[in-house]
């Protein structure tokens, strides 16, 4: 199989190109960075491509950001994404994407050579091959989203002013409601999100974080909107 490899660790890197290729793999180029990605695929065919994640200049979302254009690009050819961490904003957009098959690993698991490698041939046979920790982590977003798709436009408001750290009585007046109002909805706000009065009392806090992490703006670049699938 024809393989290009963007890793911006050259010991990574080179490890890669010799397993791959004693398993009697041709590695078509090894990138140190993406910015050559797009034209070097066109240049070599590869059959397959395996990024990193994090690549230079910044080593934040290079390398998946690099995974969508080139799945937008070229849509027939498997992508396999290398990452130190689950980065959720972006693999909910590689893994839903109506293109070729697609694997997203966590390095760790790359230790082991046979699994790596049986990975590599599931995916060019047209698998979705995802770590166990990225799925387990983007059940947990859905998770968090389906909580938040149960609250009114009402009760989204008020979650809002409370991330902004307001107390009842100013929530009321920014809303013009009674405050007895405002202690239903958040009663109601909670319920629905799953937060149980605790001795601490600390339901407002978690409420906020709740809001914050649905509300978060995706990274620049970013487009608005263990397990095998097929």
Not at 1 to 12: A, F, G, K, Q, Y
Request: net charge negative; charged share 25%; proline share 5%.
């Amino acid at each position: 199989m024809r393989i290009l490899i963007c890793e911006d660790s050259t010991l990574l890197r080179e490890g890669l190109v010799r397993v791959l290729e004693d398993a009697g793999h041709t590695v078509v180029a090894a990138l140190p960075h993406a910015d050559a990605l797009v034209d070097t695929v066109t240049e070599t065919g590869p059959e397959l491509c395996i990024l990193d994640v994090r690549l230079p200049p910044t080593f934040t979302d290079e390398g998946i950001r690099a995974a969508l254009t080139l799945r937008a690009q070229h849509p027939t050819l498997p992508v396999l994404v290398l990452s130190q961490y689950v980065e959720e904003r972006y693999a909910s957009d590689l893994i839903t994407g109506q293109n070729a098959a697609l694997g997203y690993l966590l390095k760790d698991r790359v230790a082991d050579v046979r699994d790596f490698l049986d990975s590599i041939d599931r995916i060019a046979a047209g698998a979705t091959v995802l770590d166990p920790e990225v799925v387990a982590q983007l059940l947990t977003r859905r998770a968090r989203d389906e909580r938040m798709s149960r609250l009114t436009d009402r009760e989204r408001s008020v979650l809002a002013l409370i991330a902004e750290g307001k107390s009842n009585a100013a929530i009321a007046s920014a809303l013009f409601v009674s405050e007895a109002s405002v202690e239903k909805y958040i009663t109601s706000l909670f319920q629905k999100l799953g937060l149980e009065q605790d001795e601490h009392g600390n339901r407002r806090v978690l409420a906020a974080l709740v809001h914050l992490e649905h509300s978060a703006p995706p990274a620049p670049g970013h487009p608005d909107q263990n397990g095998t699938l097929r």
